[in-house]
């Protein structure tokens, strides 16, 4: 609540003079003791935020770089599983193919050998006779 | 002439809790951890150097009078908020407001000549001379509207509280009572800041940027 003076309250007094040396005794401690701390801290954060965003994009680009390492060697596995299994194709196609050959030899070499076997038992039946 | 004591003892409690409250800043600053209050004051010290475009050599003089102006005047104006404060703001009184403007129209000018030199000085506010008496006008204009705006609306903020409390009965007056508390403290901020902001304008335009010849002048501030 204000309570207005006897004098004339828009006339300034001796009041001011003490408000003035209060006040720069304030700027006083505030400019040389306050302020270049605040800038010093501000400019340690400040580093320290460029020295993070530095390790960051550092990071980013090794990241990005193992990126393309893994896809890189992703790929070769990929062409190398491709040639397994190709090779593996071929091998079975071979096998099957080796495999019939062998199993019609070994069919006709079993009915060769009855016809045979049946000829020669009819030959000495023949001859009982 | 005589002297006010309770303008003098709220000035000084004013002082005593911008003091503590900054040297509380300065002892806990942090690098990795700031607090709310070390943030506020980085904040207005921030806003006050991106502000200032004055010569590089007296651009901290500028922040540091702005920024302690925001504080003093802030905590100036809230002082009568604080509960059960029996202080008057002392911002509502004249010779606040008169020594804070005279202040700052004296560090301006003492600036500019130290900046320019004598001569530079007079030109500077001599040129062209058909203007000089309108620029001097203005020069003196300046601290007499910088103290009578903050004086005016903290001793009218003082004389509305005067008056719910004696128009009103206790119960009713409760409500705008509040509102106007609530007003007067978002009232505070923007007055320390219309006087820290003004303080800035007055050094931008005694001591602009470029006025050394070794800066350039397009170098505004340091970030």
Redesign the interface.
């Known amino acids: 609540m204000i309570e207005l003076p006897d004098s004339n309250f828009l006339l300034p007094d001796a009041t001011a003079l003490v408000e003035v040396v209060v006040f720069l005794v304030v700027l006083f401690v505030v400019s040389k003791f306050v302020l270049p701390r605040l800038h010093m801290l501000m400019n340690q954060r400040r580093h320290q935020i460029d020295d993070a965003l530095h390790a960051a994009a550092e990071a980013e680009a090794e990241a990005r770089a193992r990126h393309d390492d893994a896809a890189r060697t992703l790929r070769a596995a990929r062409r190398q599983a491709r040639l397994i299994i190709d090779h593996a194709y071929e091998r079975h196609d071979h096998l099957v193919a080796e495999g019939r050959r062998k199993g019609r030899e070994e069919y006709e070499w079993s009915t060769r050998n009855i016809i045979r076997t049946e000829t020669r038992s009819h030959e000495v039946a023949g001859d009982g006779r | ?4 004591l309770d ?2 003892i709220a ?2 409690v004013t ?1 005593l809790i ?2 503590s409250f ?2 509380y ?2 002892v806990t ?4 951890k ?1 607090g709310p209050l ?1 943030l506020a ?2 904040a207005t ?2 806003t006050a150097r991106d502000l200032s475009h004055v010569s590089a050599p007296y651009r ?2 500028a ?3 702005a ?2 102006l925001f ?2 005047i802030l905590a100036a104006n809230w002082l009568p908020l604080l509960p059960g404060s029996p202080l ?1 703001a ?1 911002t ?5 407001t ?3 403007a ?2 700052v129209i004296v560090l301006v000018h003492a600036t500019a000549w130290r900046a320019r030199g004598a001569r530079g000085y007079l030109r500077h506010y001599l040129s062209p001379l058909w203007l000089a008496p309108v620029r001097l006008l203005d020069e003196l204009v300046k601290p007499v509207t910088l103290a009578l705006r903050l004086f005016g609306v903290l ?1 009218a903020s ?2 509305v ?2 008056m719910l ?1 004696a128009l009103l009965p206790p119960p009713a007056a409760l409500v705008p009572h509040v509102a106007w508390m609530i007003f007067d403290i978002f009232m505070g901020v923007i007055q320390a800041f219309i006087f820290a902001l003004l303080t800035i304008l007055y050094f931008n335009a005694a001591v602009p940027a470029g006025l050394d010849p070794a800066e350039p002048a397009t170098e505004m501030r340091t970030r």
Do not use: D, Y
Request: include cysteine; hydrophobic fraction near 55%; glycine fraction near 6%.
């Open positions: 002439m005589s002297v006010q303008a003098v000035c000084t002082a911008v003091i900054a040297m800043v300065r600053g942090s690098v990795r700031p070390q004051w980085e010290a921030t901290e003089r922040v540091s009078t920024v302690t504080w003093f008057p002392p509502a009184n004249i010779n606040m008169i020594a804070l005279t202040i001793f003082g004389l509280v005067a409390g």
